[in-house]
């Protein structure tokens, strides 16, 4: 019976129940036209073009068959009858266990009586599955090499949520008062029968209560069992799960029987969440997705076209703190499981996409397949992130003070405008949900890359896409929430037109002070600098300026000076001639504002899509996205420290007696003078021991990587912020694509470049200069 809760009092849900079961039908038909053209029906002589088991029929592939399947079903094709020959397959399952196909008992009459008349040869009794009952029923199928009846079973089993739900419990755990009570009754042999009687009949109301405690919350002891699962358990044993999957699926009968049970199961599930609010009534209907999830064959042709799709659609439905539970499940699975839930839902994506023709007019955002997969491709995503390499910790503090805003607020004020995102950048619920944003994810248990779906980047029209993102209405998707399936050029497309958008704002509230101030327009901001004080001059004009378009020239010299030779000018950074990296110079005499100004110029980079040939470690990054240096970082940015510290972290002798060193450390001044440091009270006095020294290397990190530079950095952040706060920067890049945006690729494709190049002034490809 269908896990479907509604009453027909109700017209709408009657209806909708009505549609579901006429849809259900036709599926039905579409499969039997699917396997005659796969299998045929049996019959060596027969007649039908349209049956593989005609000597003229030509084979053909497996979604070759699935469309024409399709065909067939709209013309009212011939089906044929199965053959004697083929008794058992899935088509006997497909005739017996369709519910909105009333011509199976011409199909019943063609078995023999030695079918008909075995003693559990359908167990009808069999309401839920177990690991025990699955093995039971496929033993007397191998005896009778009849696998129809475990087929029937299955259908029924896993076409029902009801049923589903209830399937492959975990084993109840007996708390020490019950065992010692069972012990105590073992004394009486006769006193022990009675009690594994009354054992019996309890388990028994336990089952039938289990069996509807996904109705209206009418089972007082699933209720009971609910309240002994942790917020992160599930009730349903996985690993025999796993077990029941291997040695099913290798049997291509029973396989189809997931596939055709799967499709019916699908729509009654997605019509539960959606109206009927049932995991809130019952956690346990969680169950079903893990069970269903655990098929390793989700991903095959078979599924792509109606299985699967109907699933996801189902699974999107998932309330926010069913999602979380299910990712925090998931991120305990292994890299492989990970990796292939991912690539199923990936192919999902690409089939449609592919399948398909996308352009302006037909979006890829209004495909409900491809829309369903991303929502469900994200819960394995942050699966993937919460299972990984996780810091929640050292994040770096906000601002005290705020970021300072131009005299325009007052304008946009009297305009009846407000400020954008006063919220500030926008974060995804189900990071929320979690605890866990990407950024605290040193390492994933599979690459991020792998979450890239460069089909779908093809045919995504962007400026539609961000128009969703804003306007971020329920009945529009964009895929900008979820940027883990982007690649950074689609995503700096993205920010290329929230940029172009806040620009023309800028221009339109320029044009209105002019009108009102009777200024000359001029939406330009245009700085004259003197090359031998490019900071300070800069610092005058930008520093309270919103961002816009900007123009540099040098007073007296030609060319605009580059963001190297900007900080190579001034004291306020170091370079490391091993790395090529610049870092904070802890001893600078520069303002604060001038390491504002250089915050700016980064974030004007990215808002105008400028490359600057200015490379920082990659703990910058990750300390402007809200995450603190730590020891790890040092790798990049200080790599001859860092090894130090790691050998003093795996050395194997007596690090006080050898060493002697203490919490006090050392560092050179501009001028090249020693100075100390103590990196706990009276560090000088504290030796380093074996048992303390990973402390010591956390706090040497720490005040490199952050309390030495925290003055500087924070008005370097600062600065950066106020040209990026508004902008979904945050929210769509990690630090890694972030220095891409600003410094570009290292990888070069000179034939690319080569491919793309236009000459003018009389050159060409061929010319002997340019060759």
């Not at 095959?300 to 659609?313: G, N, V």
């Amino acid at each position: 019976m269908s896990f479907v809760y509604e009453s027909h009092t109700n017209p709408c849900a009657y209806c909708l129940n009505v549609w579901y079961r006429k849809r259900a039908a036709a599926k039905h038909l579409i499969e039997r036209y699917y396997h005659q053209l796969t299998e045929g029906c049996g019959n060596e002589a027969c007649t039908n073009e349209f049956c593989a088991s005609c000597p003229t029929f030509l084979r053909m592939d497996n979604n070759a068959a699935a469309i024409k399947a399709l065909e067939l079903y709209k013309i009212n094709a011939k089906l044929c009858d199965p053959h004697p020959s083929k008794k058992g397959t899935s088509s006997a399952y497909l005739e017996n266990n369709s519910k909105g196909a009333h011509n199976n008992s011409c199909t019943d009459r063609k078995m023999n009586k030695k079918e008909m008349q075995g003693p559990r040869d359908d167990f009808k009794d069999v309401t839920y599955l177990t690991e025990e009952k699955v093995y039971e029923i496929l033993e007397l199928c191998r005896e009778r090499e009849d696998f129809s009846p475990l087929i029937r079973v299955i259908g029924r089993v896993f076409s029902s949520a009801e049923a589903l739900v209830q399937s492959f419990r975990k084993a109840k755990q007996h708390t020490k008062e019950e065992l010692k009570s069972l012990q105590g009754k073992d004394e009486d042999k006769d006193e022990d029968e009675k009690e594994k009687a009354a054992c019996s009949s309890v388990s028994m109301e336990e089952d039938s209560g289990a069996s509807s405690s996904s109705r209206i919350g009418d089972n007082i002891q699933g209720d009971k069992n609910l309240q002994k699962l942790g917020p992160d358990e599930v009730s349903v044993d996985i690993e025999a799960v796993r077990l029941v999957y291997n040695r099913l699926l290798s049997n291509e009968k029973i396989e189809t029987a997931f596939l055709n049970a799967l499709v019916y199961l699908s729509p009654n599930v997605e019509c539960d969440l959606t109206y009927h609010n049932v995991y809130s009534r019952d956690p346990n209907y969680l169950n079903l997705f893990i069970i269903v999830m655990e098929n390793c064959n989700l991903h095959s042709p078979e599924y792509l076209e109606m299985a699967l799709p109907l699933f996801c659609k189902a699974m999107s439905k998932l309330p926010l703190a069913a999602q979380a539970k299910l990712v925090r499940l998931w991120s305990k699975y292994s890299a492989d499981q990970i990796r292939r839930m991912m690539e199923t839902f990936q192919q999902l994506i690409t089939y449609k996409v592919i399948s398909n023709e996308f352009n302006s007019r037909n979006l890829v955002n209004d495909d409900d397949a491809i829309v369903a997969a991303s929502k469900c491709l994200k819960m394995v995503y942050y699966a993937n992130v919460v299972g990984g390499d996780v810091d929640t910790d050292h994040n770096e503090e906000e601002d005290e003070e705020p970021i300072p805003e131009s005299s325009e607020l007052t304008l946009q004020e009297l305009l009846g405008e407000e400020r954008r995102n006063k919220k500030g950048p926008r974060v995804d619920p189900l990071e929320t949900e979690l605890g866990v944003k990407s950024i605290d994810c040193r390492k994933p248990l599979i690459p991020f890359e792998e979450f890239i779906n460069e089909p779908l980047n093809d045919v995504l029209e962007m400026d539609k896409d961000y128009t969703f993102f804003k306007v971020e209405t329920e009945n529009k998707f964009s895929f900008m929430t979820c940027p883990f399936i982007l690649n950074a050029v689609t995503k700096n497309l993205g920010l290329y037109y929230d940029n172009r958008i806040r620009m023309y704002s800028e221009r339109r509230i320029t044009v209105l002070y002019s009108l009102v101030q009777g200024q000359q327009l001029n939406p330009y901001l245009r700085l004259k600098v003197r090359r031998d004080h490019i900071i300070d001059d800069a610092l005058v004009r930008v520093r309270q300026r919103t961002p816009g378009s900007h123009s540099v020239s040098c007073l007296g010299q030609q060319g605009v000076p580059e963001g190297y030779e900007i900080i190579d000018r001034v004291g306020m950074f170091t370079y490391d001639e091993s790395t090529k990296l610049f870092w904070f110079n802890t001893s600078s005499f520069e303002t604060e504002g001038q390491f504002t100004l250089i915050g700016i110029v980064l974030g004007l980079a990215i808002y105008n899509n400028c490359i600057l040939d200015v490379h920082f470690p990659m703990v910058v990054y990750r300390k402007l996205m809200g995450k603190k240096g730590t020891f790890r970082d040092l790798a990049d940015s200080h790599p001859v420290l860092y090894q130090s510290l790691r050998d003093l972290l795996q050395y194997e002798g007596s690090v006080e007696d050898d060493m002697m060193i203490t919490f006090q450390i050392s560092h050179t001044d501009l001028f090249g003078n020693p100075m100390m440091h103590d990196l706990k009270e009276n560090g000088d006095k504290i030796p380093i021991t074996n048992e303390n020294r990973k402390e010591f290397v956390n706090l040497y990190a720490d005040y490199i990587l952050n309390k030495s530079v925290e003055k500087q950095f924070k008005a370097f952040r600062r600065g950066f912020h106020m040209v990026t706060n508004e902008s979904p920067l945050k929210y769509l890049f990690r630090p890694e694509e972030i220095e891409l945006l600003i410094c570009g690729s290292s990888n070069l494709d000179f034939q690319a470049l080569e491919e793309t190049t236009e000459y003018d002034g009389g050159y060409t490809r061929d010319s002997l200069i340019i060759r």
